[in-house]
């Protein structure tokens, strides 16, 4: 059993920057981040392999996030830049040991969820 701690989440006007943080408690080959807004499917955000060669982003980031990992503290991050509010989500942290190229019905473990407001 993985444990996922999330953090960094919060209220943001638009055009602003939130950092989010995910810890394991184990190391995992492939992490990442989806999120979900109220009425909507949970949907894709990031992820990224354990070596950092494979890298994803869903279609709608077009550049404004990057995600990153750092394996000495079993931990991920996605910086968020030029937020939006249909940005508006609780997003959760998630882990695979096959791909990083996630899917939600292909998801080990998900986090708690951290909930990003994005204000007009």
């Known amino acids: 059993q993985v444990r996922l701690v999330e953090s960094g989440g919060g209220l943001v006007q638009a055009g602003g920057s939130l950092r989010l943080s995910c810890a394991a408690s184990?190391?995992?080959?492939?992490m990442g981040w989806f999120r979900q807004a109220p009425g909507k499917e949970r949907e894709f955000v990031a992820a990224?392999?354990?070596?950092?060669?494979?890298?994803y982003y869903g279609d709608f980031v077009k550049g404004r996030f990057t995600i990153s990992r750092v394996n000495a503290k079993n931990a991920v991050y996605l910086q968020m830049n030029s937020l939006k509010p249909e940005d508006t989500a609780v997003y959760y942290c998630?882990?695979?040991?096959?791909?990083?190229?996630?899917?939600?019905?292909?998801?080990?473990?998900w986090g708690q969820g951290i909930q990003v407001t994005v204000s007009s």
């Open positions: 998630a882990t695979s040991g096959r791909q990083a190229l996630m899917v939600k019905e292909d998801i080990d473990y």
């Open positions: 990224i392999d354990y070596e950092g060669n494979y890298i």
């Open positions: 184990y190391s995992v080959y492939a």
